[in-house]
C-alpha cells in the first residue's frame, strides 16, 4: 500500500497539471517539494527507530494513515500553491515507513539481508505495478480529485490490517543504545566510515535518476506522445513493477556474490536505455524500452539500501536507512527541478538525459565502494 501511493502520485500529478494548466517545471517543483519533506523526516525517524526499535510497528502503523490522509488533502486543493504545500505533508509519509521496515529486516535476517530486501521489495513491486494502473483505469470514470479522496478509505483499512497482522512479532529491543550520548558516539564513528557515504552517495544518485524518470514518464507519455491516461497508467506501473520478477532473484545472487558484481552492470544498463528512452516517439517503442527498464531500476534500490547496510553498524541499522532516504531525497528534491527547467526548454525528453547522468555517476561511485561478503547465504531461504 504505501508503494501504490507513492507510484500512483505520478500519474495523477500529470492529470493535475494538465487540469489547472500547469507546467513541466510545476511538476517538477511539486515532486520537489515531496521530496524535502520526506528528507526532514528522515533525520529524526532514522534516530526514533534505532532508539525505540520496539515502536517500529507503531511508526509503520502511523505511516499508512498519513499516506491516505494526505491524498485525502490533495484531493482537496483548488491550485499549485495548495497542491504543493498537501505533496509536502505527503513526502513524511515514506519517512515513516522505510526506516523501521529495513531496520526491522536487517536486525532480524542479518546474513540474508539482500534476499529478506527482496522478499520485502516484492510487496512493495506489487503496489508499484498495481498502483498507477489502477488510477489510469479510474481516471476514465473518476476526476482526479476524486481519487485522491476516496484513497484514504483503503489506507485506513491497510492500517488495521497491519496491526493484526503484526500482533505477536518482536521488531527490536526495547532501546538500540544505553542513551543519546552512546547512540551519539556511533554516529560520529559511522559518520567518519568512507565506505558508507561512498555507498549512500552512490544509492542517491539513483535515486534521483528514478525520480526523473517516473516523474517525467507521464507527462512525455500524455502530453508529447499523445498517450492515453490509461496506457499512460500501464507504463508508469510497467517501469516499477517489473521488480516483481528480477528482485528476488538479483537479491539472491548479491547475497551469494557480491553487491558490486550485481549493482555496477546493471547501473551502466539503466544509463543507456534511459537515453534510448529519450529517443523513442512510438507506444511500442516506449512499452518496450519501459518494461527493460523496470527489470532493474527498482530492484537495485533494495540492493542498495543492502550495500547501505553492509557498511553501517549493527546497531544503526535504522540509522542507516534513514540515511539512504535523506541522500536520496535530497537529491531527488532539486533533480526533478531541474530536469524541468531542462524539459521546459529543450524538450520532455531531455529529462531522460538527466536521469542517464545520475544512473552513470551512480555507476561510477559503485566501482569505490566495498563490497557485502560473498557467499554469505547459506541456502535459498534457509530458516
Known sequence: MVHWFGQAFPVLLAEVVASLGLGPLSAGVIMGVRSVTGALANVPMGVFADRFANRRKSFMTLSLIWFGTSFFLIGLAPNFALVAIAAGVLGVASSLWHPP???????????????????????????????????????????????????????????VLFVL???????????????????????????RHRPLLIALLAGGMRSAGQVVLITFLPLYALNDLDISSSVVGVLSGLLVGMSLVTQPILGYL?????RK????????L?????????????????????VVIGLFMFSLATLFNALVMDNAPGDLQSTAAAAAFLVGLVLGTGTPVAAGLIARETGTESAFYVAAVFFFLSAVLTAFVRSGQSGSTPRFASG
Open 254 to 258: 548479491s547475497d551469494r556474490t557480491s
Open 270 to 290: 539503466l544509463a543507456v536505455l534511459a537515453i534510448v528512452l529519450a529517443q523513442q516517439e512510438s507506444t511500442v517503442g516506449l512499452l518496450i524500452t519501459v
Open 261 to 268: 558484481v550485481v549493482i555496477l552492470p546493471a547501473m551502466l
Open 101 to 159: 521496515a529495513l531496520g526491522l529486516l536487517t536486525t532480524r535476517f542479518p546474513e540474508r539481508k539482500g534476499f529478506a530486501m527482496a522478499i520485502h521489495g516484492v510487496g512493495a513491486g506489487i503496489g508499484d505495478l498495481t498502483g498507477p494502473i489502477t488510477v489510469g483505469l479510474l481516471l476514465l470514470v473518476l476526476s482526479w480529485q476524486d481519487i485522491f479522496r476516496i484513497s484514504l478509505l483503503p489506507a485506513l483499512g491497510i492500517a
Open 165 to 191: 497482522l503484526m500482533r505477536g512479532v518482536e521488531t527490536g529491543s526495547e532501546s538500540g543504545h544505553r542513551s543519546l550520548s552512546d547512540y551519539s558516539q556511533a554516529l560520529k564513528a559511522a559518520a
